[in-house]
């Protein structure tokens, strides 16, 4: 197969966020994408569209490569020569119509997103799709097994049991009376082989009754079988579908409501959406500042090799082969900084009019372009052109009839005078990496001993505890534990990142030192924050038990519920001892006059 679709993998950033990635490539089109997003489902739906689009490509490419062999062999025949070479004439005109639509369309990039909008449609992203599979017909049923005839019953009146009576056995009643008796014994002899004879009829033909009953049966039960199948399939189907559609309104709510995550899935589906000659990259980097409205935009760029040139083609009927015309280098060069100024504009442009709940406040454009250096020969990816620029001042400009370059120049954008350089320039903004609600953590497990009761320690230090503990069971996989302020934080304790592409990725972590039975509602709080903080996994702690209720809100939930004497399976893991002891805790706390 010439796609080539990649496992999906999880990614934790610096600040916390978990992303989603799917590396595509296809072999016959020399393409590779990374798709990218921060709910799976979303991430895999990008891909699915984007392997849609490479067969697409892949399609018609094969198709005209096919269509010319075809009429290279189908005119191979000398006296074919004539029309073989008309078609191959046509195939050249559309070869030079397809290069001159390409180079027009890139002349126009910055119009050919004006007429359309930009806002995403979330009816459309969601799966409206029938089951594929047609439910089992209903075979037709066996023919019936015609019966065995039996033979016609002896008819005592018959000729063959009349004794023959001469002359001589009317006059000798003795003689009349054997043959009689002979008449009567060939009648019975006759008539028992015709029960025996009806006997084995009736059975065999109650043994193919028995026979066609039990196919009949079979066969009701293999449909049965199949429909029942049928239906768990499509039962399936409709749950995967309903699930996704799920995502897509939970998604657009998110969106609604501002969440930064949501903003950020959102603005990458814009991006996803533009559609670019197949020679683009179509890769970037989102950060939203949600305090600020500041969206930084990493944009990579197609260097200037990428950048198509050619102009005609000819056909050679003399030599049989194809000619091709390119533009000018300089030609070239001053096409490739056009797009790029083009590019710029169009890309602030699409995600301010898509942005309906105006989170986007300012905008900023950063340009990269992966070349090989001449000087060096090593492959460098460099920002050539950075821009900022506040909603309403970049709203409005009528870039319908705007030079890009100069646009871009007044709204104060950065970069060298000729972008085919690919002169580096410092980006205006960079991408935040940190997360402001961590805070420094300290050590607690080497107080600990045999007899240290957990549910007596103060709350802080016992936080402080299992973001210890946690971090021990994560760094054997370059994991981190972090501690987040003990306040308005979403009820999140501690956060860990683990790279483990297979079952890493962000995990929240709460700790309880309850000396009662947690109950239901603390469950469904870490459930909430898992939801909020695009999370793959949250943890509850504590040095008591959970309720039945509790265990049954977690199950089939991506929650692990760790209750007293889970801590200590764990802390002995990593080398530490205590007890819990509730019944000492809750009278110490009465002492305190703590309830």
Excluded at 321 to 337: A, C, G, I, N, T
Excluded at 481 to 492: E, I
């Amino acid at each position: 197969m010439a796609a080539r679709v990649g496992q999906m993998s999880q990614y934790v950033s610096s600040r916390g966020a978990v992303s989603y990635e799917i590396e595509l490539s296809h072999k016959e089109l020399h393409k590779h994408r990374i798709i990218k997003g921060n709910d799976a489902l979303f991430v895999q739906r990008k891909a699915e569209v984007q392997l849609a689009e490479w067969e697409e490509q892949w399609a018609r490419k094969r198709a005209m490569m096919a269509r010319s062999e075809q009429t290279r062999l189908r005119y191979q025949a000398r006296e074919q020569k004539k029309q073989y070479q008309e078609e191959q004439k046509e195939l050249a005109a559309a070869q030079t119509e397809e290069a001159a639509q390409v180079l027009e369309n890139l002349q126009i990039t910055l119009r050919l997103t004006l007429s359309r909008n930009d806002a995403i449609d979330w009816e459309q992203i969601k799966d409206r799709s029938n089951f594929p599979k047609p439910k089992p017909k209903k075979p037709a049923a066996p023919q019936r097994p015609m019966p065995a005839p039996v033979p016609p019953e002896p008819q005592r009146t018959a000729p063959r049991y009349q004794p023959q009576l001469g002359l001589m056995d009317k006059l000798f009643a003795s003689r009349r009376q054997q043959k009689e008796a002979e008449a009567a014994r060939l009648y019975e002899q006759d008539h028992k082989q015709w029960e025996e004879s009806r006997r084995q009829m009736l059975s065999i033909n109650a043994k193919k009754e028995q026979d066609y009953q039990e196919q009949l049966r079979r066969s009701e039960e293999a449909f049965n079988q199949a429909v029942k199948g049928w239906e768990t399939e499509r039962d399936a189907f409709m749950h995967q579908q309903k699930e996704e559609n799920a995502s897509v309104d939970q998604q657009r709510e998110r969106y609604l409501t501002g969440a930064p995550e949501a903003v950020v899935g959102y603005c990458d589906m814009v991006l996803a959406r533009s559609e670019y000659p197949d020679f683009f990259p179509k890769e970037w980097q989102l950060d939203l500042n949600p305090d600020t409205g500041v969206l930084v935009l990493d944009y990579q760029l197609p260097a200037p090799d990428d950048i198509p040139t050619l102009v005609e083609v000819k056909y050679n009927a003399s030599k049989d082969d194809f000619s091709e015309k390119h533009v000018s280098e300089s030609q070239r060069s001053k096409l490739y900084d056009e797009v790029l100024y083009q590019v710029t504009l169009r890309t602030v442009h699409e995600l301010f009019e898509s942005d309906v709940i105006d989170a986007l406040k300012t905008i900023v454009f950063n340009g990269y372009v992966r070349s090989i250096d001449k000087g060096t020969g090593k492959e460098t990816n460099a920002c050539v052109l950075s821009l900022q620029t506040k909603r309403e001042d970049f709203l409005a400009i009528n870039l319908a009839h705007v030079e890009p370059k100069t646009c871009f120049k007044q709204l104060k954008g950065v970069g060298s005078s000729k972008l085919h350089s690919v002169t580096p320039v410092a980006p205006i903004v960079n991408v935040r990496r940190e997360d402001g609600r961590f805070v420094a953590s300290y050590d607690v497990a080497h107080h600990l001993d045999e007899g240290y009761n957990l549910a007596s320690m103060d709350w802080q230090d016992f936080e402080h505890l299992i973001r210890e503990v946690f971090g021990k069971e994560f760094s054997s996989s370059g994991g981190e534990v972090k501690v987040t302020q003990a306040s308005r934080d979403g009820g999140v304790d501690a956060v860990a990142f683990d790279p483990d592409p297979i079952r890493g990725g962000k995990i929240v972590i709460q700790a309880k030192r309850y000396t009662a039975t947690v109950g239901v509602a603390a469950v469904r709080d870490l459930y909430g924050t898992v939801m909020n903080e695009g999370a793959t996994k949250g943890v509850l702690v504590t040095t008591s038990d959970y309720g039945p209720d509790a265990y049954e809100f977690a199950n089939g939930k991506p929650l692990t519920l760790l209750n007293g004497a889970n801590l200590l399976h764990l802390l002995e893991k990593h080398g530490h001892k205590a007890r819990i002891d509730l019944r000492e805790a809750r009278q110490q706390a009465l002492e305190r006059g703590v309830k």
